[in-house]
């Protein structure tokens, strides 16, 4: 068995680790302290070298073991190695940390701050400048009307339940899910009966009930982790932060859980500034809260995020897209629902073929989804760990038409990254009934037409005395129909007297019966159809696409003198966070003057770029800037022509002074590759070692 | 006089616009009912033109009545032209409009949201890159601990009076500022006693304590303005909005006040990743959060909006600065402490005169102060209405060596826009305090050196005695003392015994004995200087700049039929929400073929624009982009040539096809000015007519 020599393996970097850190710390301090000689500080410097050989040795040997990509230590030890070259880098800082930080809020530091900035405005190139999408940019606070009227106060909770001596809370599902996994993995005795049972409930977690899910926690007698504690029932915890607008107190507002309310309200302005002409997209991108009652998953699961957010309006009568075609060729990972059901894995496919069977249910749709798939994967996201999923029936909201979500396998699994629904017209609609103002697109008749509309009359006394609390939730789903499955109602009603009717809201069946519901199509004349639109809604969670994407770009590799791991992100220039880093070899007047022309050069030609003439060797301050993924580095050995070195390859070209800035710029851009750079510039074999 | 005539005037427009409106409302409603004859409409149409023809008349008159720019009602007219135009074309939305709004919160709709776009992306360029600041991006939710380190939560608040029946919440400075303003104004028996009375007051305002102002509001018979009730004392209320992090309901949060609190807070990793070097610069985007007592100046005063702020750290012993002379030679308006407590108004003077006289405190600040000049006249801000603005010593927090801001004057008055302040080393001091964590920088010296230091010892128990409540401000201001301060204190009581002393957090002078503070200068031996760095902050509020820039650019021309004023903003291409419109001039293929080659060129150049083939007359086109201050326009009349027409001279060239994306790129990003474009190609004078 692997496992325990994995174990052993891991063990034994820490420790090394634990060593070099302890041994690095020592130096710092007889360096800082000003009183050691230089002979023990040499000495001091030479042990920690060695500790340092022997960490990445044992590094190595656990890669070994746990080949690449393999098993879950596998992933543990490379989002450790991820997320230890994050933090110390500054991608990513624990916000607040001076005073032991906030769980769930992180600060995106200088190389981050750069990543971000560069993901959003390709966004904004890739989707808003080229769709002309209107964007718009409204408040986080936002009043409490708007979020009953989308039913985030009412909807948007988790359960919780709270240690009942301590108040401690958490959050039930995952109590649960820890429990059942704890027991799968560790208990050996386990009765094949009894792991089926928790197999069963992990698949069906998310759609537990208050009361089942309170009810597996007695019936497991599942106690608060910390202190053993009796559990209260679990009850719904509202995931908004709550404020207060103004002085009075009595203005209940809510810091948005997604920026897509903001474009709804204004759907009436944007459809006349679009020239009352359908379709048009808004867009918006801003941040948006979530008070988790216990934050888990690092990166992937915080309390304050970036959205990108895309509603797409559209005639729901026709929803084909004069664009699909140029994306209609694209071959990726798919996962539709029908092989997630069967237990079959994703499958490559057309998205042509996929929108013309009927897999995915529209061209609007499927644009998108192609769109999407161009935008990740010119990120830097792996073609073989990106796949769109489509939400099993029991994910989907009620009104929703079709939906799935751009999933990127990192080390916490599969992670739902983008969002690409049909959301019909529900959320206009639910905005109107509240404000009384019609959210609305027109069609004008040349000359009026005789129509025939379906008219649903649901009798609310006869539903109310059947279903009780349910009868909204039954009426709704009633006058949600479409026109087929009214009528297929309308004659089972004629010919039995009554029905089975799914209420996906209720997770059940109901009986329906021939008073509940009248059925018919109705002749009107008609000058202009007035409908609303359907909206396709893709919404991008930025902080997790760059956290994927951070897991995507990192490798590592031994240094020259194979004493360390040295960490690379293998980012494209689009998301560099600087695309070019300048060296003059050593400290003189000649190549700091030169260093200076090139720099000025790369200012003007709007290339990103930093002078680092810290004394430290070239090998050293290469790898530094690896380590932040800047992909090119420019060396200035002399004052008429320099070195461009390439980050992956490591090769180095010579290249005259004044013609660095042009190739850095063709490079970053896109219109040359290395391979041609480097077939046209002489190689460069010289001193410049890649490592001290 | 011209003051009645005036108003009468403006009466006279706002009954001819509202008869417009009227008029238009009815057409609309003629249009889309169906039922209407064509010569119904037609004739609808006609007394819809008569009646635009006369409001323009109306304008004009007022126009001219006014003079451009002069006194207040003028002001007042620009602003309402100016606030239509930007709400007409969604520039600026009441966010969450169709539930009425919410006071104080404005979304920026498709054009308004490119130019934020234009301008944050220019600071970034102009600050970020050029200076290779540390961008970072921080959570909007804070936690309790780190507002009350900053003060925040003790200070962060306006006075408040209620009315003592409805319970509506007032500004009291408000309520006294408009009392004395109505009665300078409007009461012509005022005796000139109380007038200097009234005018005092409205000089001290900011300055009055909550029982001062109660004490006036008492004297005045001040009342609620709706309701004639009476008021409550004044009492403080905090702007920060307020929240719970976690579902405990135990953890305070706020939503941030600015942004640079999550730059200090980092300043310790900060510092290391720009290698333990002073100085550099920090800066940070986001949005910050006010909740206004009741907002007033539209949208200069709202309840959230973008801040971008930098601090920049330096050694408090050497702030110069190696690129102030880049900025020395720069002249523009300052408005120094001198020039304002003799009355008199700001000057234009050389910025290096200004640093090397003193007048501004250090090069560091003198440099940003330049570089805001540089950026604000960028965008597009009137030189004349830009003045750099001394803070008074009672403005300034008695921590501040200096402060200046930038003021623009729009029709509310001079607005501060952007503050540049030295804050000493009062913030990273504050969170050294609180968290525990030192936030300092190290010289190290090459050998110990011994050195004198300042060493002012306050006994507390004399301070307790004396001053009570008020011995934490005495105590912390005889700390702050220089050098050169705490010489002359301990001279006085040497020979006197006591001296006075100015504790500014108390605005007065008060008298410290010899038994309260023991003042010396010791010798010790020293390996390093650790010292905590003097923070230079430029602090941008991104929507005021924005909104100035909005009344600076704007103007009105009259139609060529003369029916009408047409809006143009005069946005340099930099700012401009789109920077060029293609338009067919005609509905053929041929035409419609040329503008998707044009557009196609100009995508692949990175210039935004739009194609427009809206069946109205070229000419109303024309009005249409002028109007969301679209520099350059396309008129695509042949399938070869084609027209570039320049917005504010409304001048025409001919251009090949294929020269169009370059010439407008040149003319976009600066490298060519109309001027030479004019002189290079022919003119065009051909049929397209301005205005229908």
Redo the contacts between chains.
Sequence with gaps: MAAPSEDALRRALAARKAAVDAQAEAVRALKA??GASKADVDAAVEALKALKVEAGAAARRLQQAVGAGAGGAAREELRQAVVNTLER??FY?P?????RG??G??????P???V??NVL?FW?QHFV??E?M??????????E??LKASGHVEKFTDL?VKDEKT???YRADHLLKDFCKEKLEKDLALPQEKADEFKRILAILDDLSAEELGAKIKEYGIVAPDTKNPLSDPYP?NLM????????GL?V?Y?RPETAQ?IF??F???YY?N?QKLPFA?AQIG?A?R????PRQGLLRV??FTLAEIEHFVDPEDKSHPKFVDVADLEFLMFPRELQLSGESAKLMKLGEAVSKGTVNNETLGYFIGRVYLFLTSLGIDKGRLRFRQHLPNEMAHYAADCWDAEIECSYGWIECVGIADRSAYDLKA?TD??G?P?VAHEKFSK?REVEKLVIVPSKKDLGLAFKGNQKMVLEALEAMSEKEAFEMKAELETKGETNFKVCTLGKDVVITKKMVSISMEKKLE??RVFTPSVVEPSFGIGRIIYCLFEHSFYTRPSKSEEEQLNVFRFPPLVAPIKCTVFPLVKNQEFDDAAKVIAKAL?TAGI?H?IDT?AISIGRRYARTDEIGVPFAVTVDSATNVTIRERDSKEQVRVDIDEVAPVVKQLTEGQSTWTDVSAKYPAHVGPQSEQE
């Design positions: 302290g000003g880098k500054l800082i916000s607040f940390k001076i005073y906030v769980a809020l992180y600060d995106y530091g200088p981050g701050c750069r971000k900035a405005s904004r400048l080229e002309n209107l964007e718009v940019d409204c408040p986080c606070v936002t009043p009307v708007v919780m108040g401690t809370c915890f932060f709550q404020t207060s607008i103004g002085p009075t203005s507002g810091m903001g309200v204004n009436k302005d944007l500034y020239g808004a941040q809260f008070n988790e009652i216990s309390r304050e905005h509240k404000s103002v959210l009026p000058h202009q200012t990103s930093i810290t």
